[in-house]
């Protein structure tokens, strides 16, 4: 018994010395080598270097036979680019350091008015003048009496028939108001189909004509206005221009 206890441990003893040994003499792992020594890849087909950006897909750089296969499919990788929006920019109005004269054009601004069902109407002034004869009649406000019922605006209503007999296809009064308010006073003085009222809400068309002024210092509280005036415009080109002076009267001596 004691014979074969002595056995099994010389047999463990020889057994960890030859492991110990082997052990000892295994070289030394050799490090993996760095990226340095890595021989670079040489492509048949030469590759441009691009910018990194979220758009740039190296695909398109590639030739034909180095490309996914999958593209046809799925599409090329990456964020799919944003689409163009394209902005259209209305043509500028241009503010006179002047104001208009005879020969020149009527700058080309949007004026608004109320139809008969209370619809909002925007029209160009060179839609309004195209291929016609024009009178236009400003002035600083709708419901001021000077310029109301009994005073400016009433003559050119009043001989609108006759100025259409010489040829005048509109008629139009325009004022820094709103629609609203234009339409209304409009209604009060009876002008049915025989003159255009016409808003100039935010006075763009009397500082491009160079017309606008500054009331804003008076206790009526009016701002910007228009000075009053009267024009004969053919094919938007101004004939006649008649400024804080004249009447209907010297308009129809001027068609």
């Keep these: 018994m004691a014979s074969s206890v002595n056995n099994i441990a010389a047999t463990f003893a020889t057994v960890a010395i030859s492991s110990s040994s082997s052990s ?4 030394a792992t050799t490090p993996p080598s760095t990226p340095s020594s890595i021989n670079p890849i040489t492509f048949s087909h030469p590759i441009t270097p691009q910018p990194i950006s979220a758009s740039w897909n ?51 601004a949007t004026l608004a008015y109320l139809d008969r069902n209370d619809n909002l109407v925007t029209i160009n002034v060179s ?8 009178v236009l009649v400003a002035v600083p406000g709708a419901f001021v009496p000077v310029t109301g019922s009994k005073g400016y605006v ?8 006759e100025m259409k007999m010489k040829g005048v296809g509109v008629v139009a009064c325009v004022s820094v108001n709103d629609v609203h308010v234009m339409k209304a006073w409009g209604e009060r003085l009876g002008v ?19 017309v606008s002024v500054d009331l804003g210092g008076t206790s009526e509280g009016f701002g910007i206005r228009s000075k009053r005036y009267s024009l004969v415009a053919v094919n938007g080109v101004v004939k006649s221009f008649l400024l ?12």
């Design 127 to 134: 839609d309004l003048t195209r291929q016609k004869k024009v």
């Design 24 to 27: 000892s003499s295994t070289p």
């Design 244 to 255: 804080e002076r004249g009447d209907v009267d010297d308009i129809l001596n001027l068609l």
């Design 58 to 108: 190296p695909q398109t750089t590639l030739h034909r036979s180095q490309r996914s296969s999958l593209l046809r499919l799925y599409g090329p990788p990456g964020p799919k680019p944003f689409p163009q929006i394209s902005t259209v920019h209305p043509s500028p109005i241009i503010r006179r350091s002047k104001t208009i004269s005879v020969g020149d054009r009527l700058p080309n």
């Design 192 to 210: 049915g189909e025989r003159m255009m009222m016409l808003s100039d809400g935010s006075g763009d068309f009397a500082r491009a004509m160079g």
């Design 154 to 161: 009433t003559g050119f209503l009043q001989k609108a028939e």
